[in-house]
């Protein structure tokens, strides 16, 4: 199967999660996760109508980006990884989107990069829904604090971020982080990856990040 074929059949299983769902068509948008794949894996994606792609890594992203961007205008990148303080205006810089907001730190380096560079990437706080530190995120009970401290420092917060524990059942945490966005009068959940994406979608995702089930084994 083609990198065109894989992405038709991965967009029409996402079609059908919202229409199960009852949400509209298109509610959903699909970032195809690019870690650790060269411009040569990804331009067959870009030759096939996708614009929206992810990248764990600052550098990474700064390497293969900028000329993939030049040569196809409109396309959008979104930072899915964790961002280390000191690496904040590089991301400022190249990203359209940030999932990985999750300390004071940060927002605070945030800020002053987005005041410095003079652009806003729309910006997801990243809670650790299944209380795993080791994936980053903030703490369920510190989510209000960072919110407002975002909220606070100017910087357009999109939405929330999640990244289930391995091998359990994903509704749960995905029902828990949409319970928590509406809580907090946000639109945007970015759950979801190449395992759960279509339980993501029943249960409200508006972006998930698929990798693997668009690229295959990582590069």
């Known amino acids: 199967m ?4 894989t992405l038709a059949a991965l967009r029409d299983r996402i079609a059908h999660a919202e229409s199960i769902a009852r949400r509209d068509r298109g509610a959903t948008t699909l970032i195809a996760v690019s870690k650790t794949h060269d411009a040569a894996a990804i331009q067959p994606l870009i030759d096939a109508g996708q614009r929206v792609f992810g990248e764990n890594r600052v550098q990474e992203a700064q390497a293969k980006w900028p000329a993939l961007m030049d040569a196809t205008p409109g396309i959008e990148l979104h930072l899915v990884g964790q961002l280390q303080s000191n690496k904040a ?3 400022v810089r190249l990203f359209d989107a940030i999932h990985s907001v999750d300390r004071p730190s940060l927002v605070a380096a945030l800020a002053k990069a987005v005041e410095k560079v003079g652009r806003a990437p729309a910006c997801f706080i990243q809670v650790d829904i ?3 530190p080791q994936k980053g995120g903030c703490a369920i009970s510190d989510l209000p604090a960072l919110l407002a401290e975002a909220q606070a420092a100017g910087l357009p917060i999109a939405g929330l971020m999640c990244v289930p524990p391995a091998g359990l059942d994903a509704a749960p945490y995905f029902a828990l982080t949409a ?4 809580d907090h009068g946000l639109s945007g959940l970015s759950m979801g990856m190449s395992d759960d994406f279509e339980t993501a ?3 409200g995702a508006t972006h998930v990040r698929v990798g693997s089930a668009l690229f295959g084994a990582r590069g």
């Open 2 to 5: 083609t990198k065109t074929d």
């Open 89 to 91: 205006e590089d991301a």
């Open 130 to 132: 299944g209380e795993e």
């Open 179 to 182: 319970r928590l966005a509406r």
């Open 201 to 203: 979608v029943t249960l």
